[in-house]
């Protein structure tokens, strides 16, 4: 959310922006706000003298029937009546405009960094680079879900009995791999100096519209009937809501943070081959980081933070690329984003993975996660954060980048860096 002085002072560069974004729809919310925010300074600066005239009045009421001049100190009691009315009424306004006015700036985007691309959406992200070779093997990858089957690893049938489309059982080594990459993914970060957390699954609604714009929150979040609280679609929510309403001192800065959660989303189906199998689901696990840290540091803590999922995959021998996000394809509170994205052997296309973000000061500003700095002035932090790895499509990725076949028999060769969680394990072969 932008500062509603800085959208006063820039009203057109907040519109630009907005332009950039192809989001043309939300222009009028700019003289909206501006004009919700007249008012309701209007409104504080007359209440603000009545209250100063009112001390006033009471003051010289003291003296005047201290004086015996009753008739006189009646007729300022009378005045002082009149203006606590009107008082009491514009102090109704206040809250009516102060509310609306935070409705209004929680709609319109954040400043995208100056070096994004423009383009109106993920079809004009621009590929930044491509680490490792593309794996072409000379026999044809089953689909994901098949390749589970064949080591007896995936029931979505009876996952389908239970709770309907969207879920799945994970059975035996294919189990086993997936919590062997979750665990080999927390302990990378943690060997990367971030403090590994559980965090919450379940946050109350101020938090939610705290992270993320409304527009997402419709689209993704499970809430609990009868209850203030929805169910996290990714441990990142929890993790910044973890520092509402905190200031931190700015020597303990930055905070670094990996977390592991299970994750919950309405969101399901894409197209064509994703449109089935376990691309889209409504549960998933997930290893996530996190920094909350100053604002002339958050673009270098971006660039460590992609580049750390960049060496995770290729320490698992999976291909990846980093694209960066275009204007039209950041969502409201992004200020950058790059996607990191796996090669797919049996598409032969690269699909998304992690996604990497700096949001500025927005979430802080909703969340007023604040610092100290040595001056003792106050100042909003910058937060970031960034998918480590996320189950069952990282789990695809390692499936299909390291699945041989000797004409007869399947085999999945374990990457050395899961070995150690997979009990020693160099392969899985095919039952």
């Known amino acids: 959310m932008l500062d509603i002085k800085f959208v006063r002072e820039n009203p057109e560069l907040v519109k630009e922006n907005i332009k950039k974004k192809f989001k043309d729809s939300k222009l009028p919310l700019v003289d909206e706000a501006i004009e919700l925010d007249i008012k309701k300074r209007a409104a504080n600066n007359e209440a603000n003298e009545l209250r100063a005239n009112r001390n006033k009045l009471s003051k010289e009421i003291g003296v005047l029937m201290s004086q015996g001049k009753k008739e006189e100190g009646m007729e300022l009691r009378n005045l002082v009546n009149k203006q606590a009315e009107r008082l009491k009424e514009l102090e109704t306004l206040e809250t009516e405009y102060e509310e609306k006015l935070n409705q209004v700036m929680m709609k319109i985007p954040n400043i995208v960094d100056a070096s994004v691309p423009v383009g109106k959406d993920d079809s004009e992200n621009v590929e930044v680079e491509c680490y490792g070779e593309k794996t072409n093997p000379d026999f044809e990858i089953p689909y994901h879900t098949d390749i589970m089957a064949l080591f007896n690893g995936i029931d979505k049938e009876a996952a389908g009995r239970v709770a309907g489309e969207g879920f799945y059982y994970l059975m035996g080594d294919i189990a086993r791999l997936h919590s062997a990459v979750l665990s080999y993914a927390r302990d990378f970060m943690i060997n990367k100096g971030f403090t590994y957390c559980i965090p919450p699954f379940m946050i109350r609604s101020n938090v939610v519209t705290g992270v993320m714009s409304f527009e997402e929150m419709d689209a993704m979040m499970y809430k609990i009937e009868g209850e203030d609280l929805y169910l996290i679609g990714t441990s990142e929510h929890s993790m910044i809501g973890k520092f509402i309403d905190t200031i931190t001192p700015e020597s303990s800065l930055p905070l670094t943070l990996t977390s592991y959660s299970p994750c919950f989303r309405k969101e399901k189906g894409a197209h064509g081959i994703e449109e089935r199998g376990i691309y889209r689901i409504h549960q998933f696990e997930k290893q996530e980081m996190i920094v909350i840290c100053k604002p002339e540091e958050s673009m270098e803590w971006f660039n460590k933070m992609w580049n750390y999922s960049v060496e995770l995959f290729r320490s698992m021998d999976i291909p990846v690329r980093t694209l960066e996000c275009c204007t039209g394809d950041l969502a409201d509170l992004k200020v950058k984003s790059y996607d990191i994205e796996a090669w797919s052997p049996k598409q032969q296309k690269y699909f998304e993975v992690c996604s990497c973000s700096n949001l500025g000061d927005a ?40 699945l041989e076949f000797d004409g007869q028999k399947y085999t999945l060769k374990i990457p050395k860096a899961l070995r150690n969680y997979m009990g020693g394990q160099e392969k899985i072969e095919s039952k």
């Open 363 to 402: 979430q802080a500003r909703r969340l007023a996660i604040r610092v100290k700095g040595e001056d003792g002035q106050k100042y909003l932090a910058h937060t970031l954060n960034n998918t480590v790895v996320a189950p069952p499509r990282m789990l695809i990725a390692l499936l299909e980048n390291n």
